[in-house]
């Protein structure tokens, strides 16, 4: 061996967190691929090299159980804590950075410990801080995006004045307004601000404008600034685009502090195939929480893009499952949100949701806010 | 309509890049997913309520060609370089933000205008830059990795100062190296640099090492700054951690000027699904050239995992397709890279390429300069 037997590890809390991941296979190929797991993910040596002593008996990753069923298990993994401490990048490493690159592997649960959770201030809102600011306690919220790209600031200021007038909660804008030429990010989110509070001052209700801040990640908090200033209510990122520790770096500036809706463009690849990837209950749940979002997007049952009813459910359960201090946010299934299928969705995730009203709101007719109304009462 | 016919979009070039996708199925389905793929990635409103004017012929993707095979087909996209400009996030989101989410659909080439490309630096260094710098003009090069996670500082830098001595071109730490308390970032980068100075000295051959930089992405930066102070002759990041972003910032960072490896932890699951996602030689190979990588390590064929020598040869190829000032850059496969394949893979690769030894050099006995040296000695 390089390195001598019995080597100590210094600076261990013996703490570990636990991973759950979905392994395709047969209980002896499960076995096989757990086993390069705990290794994989932390010392990248072959189990035969690795001699006894503190390195093979700590700092590789454990198997803690193996649930089989036919064709794949559920298997949990633990780490020492230290190994994925020092930021959410590191961490996402020890949980999926090799064994990413292998099909048939899923991240299916994380079980964070305390001293690794203390490491992120997470959500600044959530479920209750958004109650709050919107003043509305005890229904489903309303969100919509001002679209299309293509219009000037002054256009999309009037979408998002007619959509606010409407009584939608949350104005955002479409995830493709960048800094584009015909619309430059300051121009948009100053009059888009300012249109969303000229509705505000006639209903006497309180809509939020939330301007899309992706942007390269130098430039991320600068915008978020402006965007503060000119009035906005809260933020929109796509941390697809941005890097997930972009939006933690987002919600730990104090400066800040406005909620925050995170977009998945980009990251859909994790969730596509049901068995390789991140679950869609860890990224849009779990992992948003960590990174500190408020309010997660994610794509809809029933809509054009083939997501279950199974998978929109643990997403919601990620959002509010018990992590620490962490709050509970906000899911906010987008895509197939009809009028008519408003009820039924209601029913599917209970009031603690954002419905995220998109290609439903401008097919029903060309008057936006008496469409947005349409929307609004079914959720009072 | 919300939005009036012959609205104008101010701002325009005319110029547009074309992305080439694969869609799975036959020539209706592809014809309707293109369609959707075009209003989507740009206006994400429905065909039919888009009314004619700029908006609808010029911001809209448009189906350039379709290469019908029995169950895909290769579509190429337009858009106007306008809508992915500012910035590498809201280029990733125009090539592949909504429909990452959709199964079937995979990123396969990109074809940049000048006028896009001009917003990136690109790498610093590429093939020929890293060349002069290790003054090794004429054949492959070698790298390796400093392991376990779990040793201490100088420990880890003995593993350095071995593996240098043998002969290894870039001695990197392994990605998994981040902050922690057993090893802390400056205090491994220190002796690790120093470690390999001294091998240096011996050997009077000119190794580098290039220490992991990944770390929350505001700290990315001062990292890399320090790297660069304790002596590290190139920088190692993994851009699925951080974010391809930071890669960027890193590159175009004239401070910093030294040469990038980059490592796809986490990103696998862009490329685990051939039907899905983005393919090897846009992901490891055109992507990595825009945010400024100088090599890019991806998974050889014929290892533990599944990749194709065709995956492999797409990677080198974009690598090193021409993209207007973007310099060629290493494609460095990792895995499997014994001492008996070497030949083999020296064939299959060619002369410009970075061999990345990972468990092989350790694999082979205890005396790791030795082992290098095995190694060093085939390339020469």
């Known amino acids: 061996m390089f390195f001598p037997q019995n080597t100590q590890v210094p600076g261990l809390s013996g703490e570990r967190f636990q991973v759950v991941y979905r392994i395709a296979g047969d209980s002896t190929r499960v076995k096989a691929i757990a086993t390069e797991i705990c290794f994989d993910q932390t010392v990248e040596l072959p189990e035969e ?21 036919d064709y794949s298990a559920a298997v949990t993994i633990s780490y020492p804590i230290e190994t994925a401490s020092t930021g959410l990048p590191q961490l996402l490493n020890v949980l999926f950075g090799n064994i990413s690159l292998m099909p048939g592997i899923q991240v299916m649960a994380l079980h964070l410990s ?14 209750s801080g958004l109650r709050l600011l919107l003043k509305a306690f005890d229904r489903p919220l309303l969100s919509a995006s001002i679209r299309p790209m293509g219009l000037v600031a002054e256009a999309l200021a009037q979408v998002a004045y007619q959509l606010a007038l409407g ?11 960048a800094n584009q030429p015909f619309a430059p990010y300051e121009a948009r989110v100053w009059r888009c601000a300012q249109a969303v509070a000229k509705a505000n001052r006639e209903t006497g209700v309180n809509c939020i404008y939330a301007p899309n801040i992706t942007a390269p990640v130098d430039q991320i908090i600068e915008r978020a600034l402006f965007a503060k200033r000119a009035g906005a209510g809260a933020l929109m990122i796509s941390y697809g685009l941005t890097g997930f520790d972009a ?25 596509t195939t049901p068995t390789s990837g991140i679950s869609p209950y860890v990224l849009f749940g779990q992992l948003m929480r960590l990174a500190g979002a408020d309010a997660s ?3 809809n049952y029933g809509g054009r893009y083939p997501y279950t009813p199974e998978q929109c459910q643990s997403v919601a359960e ?20 009809t009028l008519e299928r408003l009820p039924e969705l209601r029913e599917f995730y209970g009031r ?8 439903g709101l401008y097919r029903s007719g060309h008057d936006l806010t008496a469409n947005a109304r349409l929307f609004a009462q079914q959720v009072q």
Request: hydrophobic share 45%.
């Open 247 to 271: 939006l933690r770096m987002l919600t730990s500036d104090k400066r800040i502090d406005l909620p925050v809706i995170a977009h998945p463009a980009l990251f859909g690849s994790f969730v």
């Open 167 to 177: 009584g939608i909660d949350i104005v955002k804008d479409d995830h493709g307004l």
């Open 297 to 299: 997007i994610f794509v």
């Open 114 to 127: 305390g001293r690794i959770l203390i490491e992120y201030t997470g959500s600044n809102f959530g479920i």
């Open 352 to 359: 603690d949701v954002i419905f995220h009203i998109g290609t």
């Open 49 to 69: 090299i690795v001699p006894p002593g503190e390195v093979r008996d700590v700092i590789v990753g454990q198997i803690e159980k193996i649930e089989q069923s």
């Open 318 to 337: 990620g959002c509010v499952v018990p992590m620490g201090h962490l709050p509970a946010i906000f899911p906010v299934p987008s895509s197939g949100l």
